[in-house]
């Protein structure tokens, strides 16, 4: 049997945390779609193709994940991906919740489909896109908590955006 799994999120920007997912995720499934949700109401730093582009950067080494783009129904874009699995990190215990209710409606949708959850590194735990973003506009150092290409485009994003 072979195992398709849909890894959808914002990614805006993709962390260690993310990728720390990825791999874990690529190890357990035949094949691992990432899914970057196009989500304009959420007023992203990152346009969705760019964040394609941080995640196919960050992901090149990892021969079974690939990465697409979504909008409205996740368990609709996996469904027509055949996937089967759907792959979802907790940080803590406060993910859990949110996560849990989602999982549920999601079951509900599309009963064949399961949630998938995994636990990133600990050294990775405390990363979120959003304090990683208010930090860095602040000028702390994240060096280690993103990829390298995506801490490239922070400089290059919120320097831009400072200047304006
Ligand atoms: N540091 C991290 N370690 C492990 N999983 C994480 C980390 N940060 C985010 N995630 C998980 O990755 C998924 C996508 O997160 P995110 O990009 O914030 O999108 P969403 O808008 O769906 O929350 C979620 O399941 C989230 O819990
Ligand atoms: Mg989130």
Redesign the pocket.
């Known amino acids: 049997m072979t195992v398709k799994a849909l890894?959808?999120?914002?990614?805006?920007p993709p962390?260690n945390?993310?990728v720390?997912?990825i791999q874990r995720g690529s190890k357990l499934f035949d094949h691992l779609t990432v899914a970057v949700?196009n989500n304009p109401g959420?007023n992203p730093l990152f346009s969705v193709s760019e964040r394609v582009e941080m995640l196919e950067e960050a992901t090149r080494a990892l021969n079974n994940v690939s990465v697409a783009t979504f909008d409205g129904m996740m368990v609709e874009f996996a469904r027509q991906q055949g996937a089967s699995a759907v792959l979802?990190?907790?940080?803590a215990i406060s993910?859990y919740e949110y996560?849990f209710q989602m999982a549920l409606m999601n079951r509900r949708l599309a009963p064949e489909i399961e949630t998938v959850f995994l636990?990133?590194a600990g050294r990775?735990?405390f990363?979120?896109?959003r304090m990683l973003k208010e930090v860095f506009s602040f000028g702390g150092d994240v060096t280690g908590l993103v990829p390298p290409n995506v801490l490239k485009r922070l400089r290059g994003r919120i320097g831009k955006s400072e200047r304006s």
């Open positions: 890894y959808p999120g914002t990614f805006d962390t945390g993310h720390d997912l949700l959420k979802r990190g907790i940080r993910d996560e636990q990133p990775y735990s990363i979120s896109s």
